[in-house]
């Protein structure tokens, strides 16, 4: 059964950096694609990026226009998890980071991701 599990979110200050983990739980070989979504009070869920893994490493990674060039995805294997890099923080980034299982459809949309985390905060503010 997969549980994934998100950590790292905080309070920051803007320019900083912050680096969200999701553990991806109770499986034995590392899930082919999961991704990194955010949501902000009163808007949707919004895609960062997503990582597909082959044969035992990152084979690549999409990251939204709204954050490339400041988020970097990774995934270690032999720890079943997946990291999202965040530089260069600005006060537009603060919201609930979820990680997600995808099942079928548009990377890039919500529905097509079948598991979620409970979600870590990220707050950037001076």
């Known amino acids: 059964q997969v549980q994934l599990v998100e950590s790292g979110g905080g309070l920051v200050q803007p320019g900083d950096s912050l680096r969200l983990t999701c553990l991806n739980s109770?499986?034995?070989?590392?899930?082919?694609?999961m991704a990194w979504f955010r949501q902000s009070p009163g808007k949707a869920r919004e895609f960062v990026g997503v990582s597909h893994w082959r044969t035992g490493v990152l084979y690549y990674a999409e990251i939204s226009p709204s954050v490339r060039g400041r988020f970097i995805i990774s995934r270690d294997g032999a720890k079943n998890t997946m990291y999202l890099q965040m530089n260069s923080l600005k006060p537009e980034d603060t919201a609930v980071y979820y990680c997600a299982v995808y099942w079928r459809g548009d990377y890039a949309t919500s529905s097509s991701y079948s598991t979620w985390g409970q979600g870590t905060q990220v707050t950037v503010s001076s």
């Open positions: 109770g499986r034995t070989v590392p899930t082919s694609s």
